[in-house]
């Protein structure tokens, strides 16, 4: 059985730091790319980062450059999401998903995502 597990979610003040993390089990974790994605109430979710677990490649929206940083563990299957900076705008219910394209363009829409978690929420007060 395919799951996904994000964990780490919570309230912090803006400015603050979070680290989430997604744990993958019943697929070939190296084989895929896992990203992040958020959907604030009321809007579309969207790309947020990503990374190719084989060569380790990252990809971030442009509205988190230089404040989230994406990083992997292969030995442990686990991906995480160092959240720094944090503003009110960053609130969200944030995923995890695979897939096994690696088109950042692609995968920022959603396009060809295989499999989902079900989500942690992250508050950001001011």
């Known amino acids: 059985e395919v799951q996904l597990v994000e964990s780490g979610g919570g309230l912090v003040q803006a400015g603050g730091s979070l680290r989430l993390s997604c744990a993958a089990s019943?697929?070939?974790?190296?084989?895929?790319?896992i990203g992040w994605f958020r959907q604030a109430p009321g809007k579309e979710r969207v790309g947020v980062s990503c990374?190719?677990?084989?060569?380790?490649?990252?990809y971030y929206a442009d509205s988190v450059k230089g404040r989230f940083t994406i990083s992997s563990d292969n030995a442990k299957n686990t991906v995480y999401l160092q959240m720094n900076s944090l503003k009110p705008e960053d609130t969200a219910v944030y995923y995890c998903?695979?897939?096994?394209?690696?088109?950042?363009?692609?995968?920022?829409?959603?396009?060809?995502?295989?499999?989902w978690g079900k989500g942690t929420l992250v508050t950001v007060s001011s």
């Open positions: 019943g697929f070939t974790f190296d084989d895929y790319a």
């Open positions: 990374i190719v677990n084989s060569d380790k490649s990252t």
């Open positions: 998903a695979a897939t096994y394209y690696k088109n950042w363009e692609n995968i920022r829409r959603s396009h060809g995502i295989d499999y």
